[in-house]
């Protein structure tokens, strides 16, 4: 017994210090376990996908064009109750920081509740289904709950290869820093991670909340992960934006994104492997690490790492992509799982690549029992 006590903390020991002094993860350079239960940490805005194949009658009633992406008006408040009275539906947790999470979860597999997922939810029958189908994706979802607005939710309406998406974030925009990230049992979940992931779209939510979970990553040399997620993101909350850049070792985002946030910096270009490298040079609090860029774009080459190299993405024919609206969340899930495993920046764009290429081959973000990854 004394042996294995002996052991353990040796382990611990060495583990605190292989995380102290390199400049990437420790399991770049020593392999030891990582994937544990809540390692893994998102926190953003949770929608419930509703998905249903719809007329043009049901378009047309609510002025939805076939190919869309919008925000809900009060025009559009009787759309969801009609959509799953009157069609076939189907559900799914959804919401772009909780896509990646529960991506980052499939590719792992086992064990479950890896990724652990904060987000602000409705006391409603919506939100009933949502918690359901974050525990059926093996993600470890606290819900903040409250019955001044509805869950937040986004019907995909289907006509032919086409989706319309109309988002209707309600409770999403009512997180609460303190009546739920602030509180001892959650905190806990937020200390237990060593990897943390939070899409820009919380930014217009919760700066504080955000803050406080990037600065407990930074002085405890943890990854923080963020997106640009949008460009109205860059250009409208770019003072948000910039009081968390300073703690973001990982930065994804897109060539759109990555343009009009140069834009709003003055970077003056447009070249996406100069911008990274200008977003690389922001100032950054934790020294030990280097900021990593990300930049994705599209079919092109991915750009990425510390010396700004580009990686091809994986072939697809054409007549084989379905929908890509998820392409984003799925690539940074995947690259999440890489980083959550402590696998090398090359194996985490190798496994975001993977992940991309099979959500574009399937209607909403979805995908099959098992990976085929290697």
């Known amino acids: 017994v004394l042996w294995r006590l002996f052991a353990a903390c040796l382990l611990a020991s060495q583990d605190q210090k292989c995380l102290s002094k390199t400049v990437q993860p420790c399991g770049w350079l020593c392999a030891h376990k990582a994937e544990t239960a809540n390692s893994l940490f998102g926190m953003g805005n949770p929608l419930l996908d509703i998905s249903a194949v719809v ?65 602000c939810i409705g006391k409603d029958k919506f939100g009933e289904i949502l918690k359901q189908k974050a525990k059926e994706t093996h993600v470890d979802a606290h819900y903040y709950e409250q019955d001044e607005e509805p869950t937040g939710t986004c019907a995909a309406c289907i006509t032919g290869d086409n989706r319309s998406l109309v988002a209707n974030l309600a409770a999403a925009n009512c997180y609460k820093k303190e009546k739920h990230l602030d509180l001892e049992e959650n905190w806990k979940l937020v200390e237990k991670a060593r990897v943390y992931y939070i899409a820009g779209f919380f930014l217009t939510v919760s700066v504080e909340s955000i803050l406080k979970v990037a600065k407990h990553a930074s002085e405890n040399n943890k990854l923080f992960c963020m997106n640009l997620s949008a460009p109205f993101i860059c250009q409208f909350f770019k003072d948000s934006l910039m009081q968390v850049m300073p703690y973001i070792d990982v930065l994804f985002g897109n060539e759109t994104e990555a343009t009009a946030f140069a834009k709003e910096q003055d970077f003056e270009t447009e070249d996406i492997q100069e911008i990274a ?7 950054k609090v934790n020294k030990k690490r280097q900021r990593i860029v990300v930049f994705t774009q599209g079919k092109d080459d991915t750009v990425m790492g510390d010396k700004i190299e580009t990686f091809p993405v994986l072939k697809i024919d054409p007549k084989d992509i379905v929908d890509t609206n998820g392409a984003g969340d799925a690539f940074v899930g995947g690259f999440l799982s890489g980083l959550v495993q402590e696998k090398p920046l090359d194996q985490c764009v190798k496994a975001a690549h993977y992940s991309a290429n099979v959500i574009i081959r399937r209607a909403g973000c979805t995908f099959p029992e098992k990976p085929d990854f290697k």
């Open 277 to 283: 490298k200008k977003a690389q040079a922001l100032p």
């Open 55 to 119: 007329d043009k009658d049901f378009l047309d009633k609510y002025s939805l064009k076939p190919n869309d992406q919008i925000l809900a008006e009060d025009k559009h408040k009787a759309l969801f109750d009609e959509l799953v009275k009157k069609f076939k539906v189907e559900y799914h947790a959804g919401g772009a920081t909780q896509n990646s999470i529960k991506i980052a979860q499939w590719m792992i597999q086992e064990p479950h509740n890896v990724g652990t997922f904060f987000g």
